[in-house]
């Protein structure tokens, strides 16, 4: 099945082939033409499903011949938990509302940042991708109106509300008009999200799509035995003996990863680290460069690094492991694809012997290890 199907005009479809958007995933299926016909949404799917452009593409089109935005009024309003996720989708409506006839203006606005630049920026703004609090201050700054919205979407809604959320995203609510289009996703479908649901949703399709299943067998694994104070400088043996060109590097802490990130730079391999008490600016910096291949390591704590959309990547190094299997399955499902082959490292102290055990046996794949003792590096 081709996108051609779905009700989707020429310049997205064009402009999806240059994507290399071949064919639709299973959740753009069958939610792009229920949004077309302006039903509510219940979408049960994880990061990775394609639920981004599921809802992008049918918004942008149901914009067709929408007026200009008058006097701070957006059309359209996502909300979602992180300033990462708000700068990925808005990222998605700009590259595809540039191909329109339409002028159609979208924006990210999130916390953390000065808010001033973003009051000027919001001035005929049509599509806004939002975190709740800062939504909530620009509002109260009149800097933005929610009466005319017509089409909410809450995405990742179970994080916004683990994330506490909740009383903020109320908030909002009662600024919207009765009369809208929902569109809720969210992985998993825990009471919070049932009962949001209830409030926000009326007759609305239910679409469960199961996560991309990650194919283990895909991924090189192995493990370096390796004390504690050894691991940096097997870290940057191994970065330079194998050549790795672009390698995300999983720490426990905060403190943990800036200091892995600060050692590698010392020895002259460009590195960052990302995690939640970096700024933003520094975050999305570090990120790009990462993306564009313009930073050989990322250095990322567990929390940040969920939810961030990193197509594939060729090497993932667990400096140290996760605490549950299925975070360590989640972190080298990362690398490895149909087409190529990635590669997953851990390192691997006595003390966490058994615990890679426990791993491998969840895993049902046993894991080749390697004693660094007998590396010369
Ligand atoms: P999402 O779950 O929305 O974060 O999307 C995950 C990734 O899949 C993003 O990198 C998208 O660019 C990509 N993607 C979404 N839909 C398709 C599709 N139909 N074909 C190929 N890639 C896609």
Known sequence: MSFTSLGLPQVLLDELANQNYNQPYPI?????????????????????????????LPILTNMNGISASENRHVNVLVLLPTRELALQVREVFRVFASVLPERIKSLAVYGGVSINPQMKA????????????????????????????????????????????????T???????????NLLFSATLSEDVKNI?????????????????????????????????KKGPLLRYLIKSKELKQVLVFASSVYKADNIADKLRKNEIDAAAIHSKKSQGARTDALSKFKLGKLRVLVATDLLSRGIDIEFL????????????????????RTGRAESSGEAISFITDEDEHHFKIIQKKMGKRVDKIDSAEIDF
Do not use: W
């Open 28 to 56: 753009q299926k069958q939610a792009i033409p229920a949004i077309l016909n302006r039903k509510d949404i219940l979408g049960i799917a994880p990061t990775g499903s394609g639920k981004t452009a599921s809802y992008v």
């Open 122 to 169: 919001l001035n005929g703004v049509n599509i806004l991708v939002a975190t709740p609090g800062r939504l909530l201050e620009l509002v109260e700054s009149n800097a933005v109106h929610l009466s005319k919205i017509s089409t909410l979407v809450l995405d990742e809604a179970d994080k916004m509300l683990n994330l506490g959320f909740k009383e903020e995203m």
């Open 171 to 181: 908030r909002i609510f009662a600024l919207l008009p009765q009369k809208r289009q």
């Open 197 to 229: 649901n209830q409030i926000l949703l009326h007759n609305p399709l239910v679409i469960k799509v199961e996560a991309k299943t990650i194919d283990i067998d895909l991924i090189n694994q192995v493990a370096y035995l390796v004390p504690e104070e």
């Open 314 to 333: 060729p090497c993932v190094i667990n400096y140290e492991l996760p605490r549950s299997p299925k975070d360590y399955v989640h972190r080298i499902g």
